[in-house]
């Protein structure tokens, strides 16, 4: 991944990075992110890229894609449950009384 602009904080603590710095994929939670919302067929070729350049760095980008989709999966679920047990509480006692 290569930065193309930032943003710098003002934080007592923070990356600071430059425009045109280098960071595998998978060592930023942004890279991670970029990976689990990229299609598969973009993933395969960056996979199959990583290979042919550097065998380890390809088996640390498998591992940290396979941990980023099981972990966008589980928080995806979790929103969804949050979402449903919200709207049946918004919901309760307002069906007809026939309906109860």
């Known amino acids: 991944m290569i930065y193309v602009e930032v943003c710098r904080s003002s934080a007592a603590l923070s990356l600071s990075l430059q425009v045109g710095a280098r960071m595998q994929l998978a060592g ?49 679920l979790h929103y969804l449950v949050r979402r449903l047990a919200e709207g049946r509480q918004r919901h309760r006692g307002r069906l007809p009384a026939d309906r109860r």
């Open 28 to 76: 930023s939670a942004i890279g991670r992110a970029y990976l689990v919302r990229a299609t598969e067929q973009e993933r395969k070729d960056i996979l199959s890229r990583s290979l042919e350049l550097d065998e380890e760095a390809y088996q640390n980008l498998r591992q940290a894609l396979d941990k980023a989709l099981r972990d966008h999966e589980q928080i995806w």
